[in-house]
Every structure is written in structure tokens, then in C-alpha cells.
């Protein structure tokens, strides 16, 4: 893997899975710190529509939040990833076992997200997730 890849990933994936870990709790507040509020973002999310704008996306977060609790086991598992200048991406799976609307569940998601570097920090500008074709929507679930 090449360094400024090595260096992105040891950056931000640390940042990343904390912050997915509190939205996972109810938490929205550590994974909107992580997103760019300069337009444009946009979230492709798994069970919401097309939101685009700092203002929709970060909405959005505090949504989908307020339906989780409870997570026993979140990991982002990188398939694949690159940094090249002040753009970098990921491509992998979330593997999260949580409670929706107070309902637990297990669930796997296929999410890619953009990076951009702002003021030498880097923060995510695009997020799509979605299920992996073999496995059915959990009812009822919001995740993005």
C-alpha cells in the first residue's frame, strides 16, 4: 500500500470507527465532526433517500441517531482504500450488531465513502451504503 494511503488510513480510520460507534449509541455529535460542512456532501444512505447539502446530510444524522442504541460490536472492515493529494477513499463493509427502535439486530452494510482535506484535516464528503444483495433489510431500519 503506498504511504500516503498508510498515512490517511492511520489518520482517520481510528476517528471513523469511534464516531460510528457513538452514532451507533445515539451519539450523531463525533461523526458530523468528521464530515466536511462546506458543500458539497451528499449520503447515498442504505435506508434513506439522497440527501445533498451540509444542512440535509447533518439532519439526517441526528434522524438515523435517534433510532439506534445499544451497539455490542461495530467494525469497518477496508476492502480497499486510497489517497492521492487532498482526495482519499474507502470501499468495505460495516458489521454491527445494535438495536434500532429498540429492536437488536445484526446487520453487514457495503459503504464507500470520499475524503477531503480540508485545513490539513481530513473529512468525509460522500457515503453510500448499502446492503450486500444476499442479505434482507432488517424491519423497520434506518442506517446510513
Same mark, same amino acid.
Given at each position: 500500500m503506498?504511504?500516503?494511503?498508510?498515512?490517511?488510513?492511520?489518520?482517520?480510520?481510528?476517528?471513523?470507527t469511534a464516531a460510528e460507534r457513538a452514532i451507533h449509541h445515539g451519539d450523531a455529535g463525533p461523526r458530523s465532526e468528521l464530515w466536511s460542512h462546506t458543500d458539497p456532501v451528499s449520503l447515498f444512505g442504505a435506508w434513506l433517500p439522497l440527501?445533498?447539502?451540509?444542512?440535509d446530510?447533518?439532519?439526517?444524522?441526528k434522524r438515523v441517531a435517534a433510532q439506534f442504541s445499544?451497539? @455490542?460490536?461495530?467494525?469497518? $472492515?477496508?476492502?480497499?482504500?486510497?489517497?492521492? +493529494? #487532498?482526495?482519499?477513499?474507502?470501499?468495505g463493509f460495516e458489521h454491527n450488531t445494535v438495536s434500532i427502535n429498540g429492536e437488536p439486530t445484526?446487520?453487514?452494510?457495503?459503504?464507500?465513502?470520499?475524503? @477531503?482535506?480540508?485545513?490539513? $484535516?481530513?473529512k468525509?464528503?460522500?457515503?453510500? +451504503? #448499502?446492503?450486500p444483495p444476499d442479505e434482507p433489510p432488517p424491519d423497520g431500519?434506518?442506517?446510513s
Open positions: 503506498p504511504a500516503p494511503t498508510e498515512a490517511f488510513l492511520a489518520d482517520m480510520l481510528p476517528r471513523q440527501r445533498t447539502g451540509w444542512a446530510v447533518g439532519e439526517a444524522f445499544d451497539s @455490542r460490536d461495530y467494525r469497518f $472492515e477496508v476492502v480497499a482504500a486510497g489517497a492521492s +493529494g #487532498d482526495l482519499a477513499y474507502t470501499i445484526t446487520y453487514t452494510l457495503r459503504v464507500t465513502h470520499v475524503y @477531503r482535506r480540508e485545513d490539513g $484535516e481530513w468525509i464528503v460522500h457515503r453510500h +451504503g #448499502d446492503r431500519e434506518l442506517a
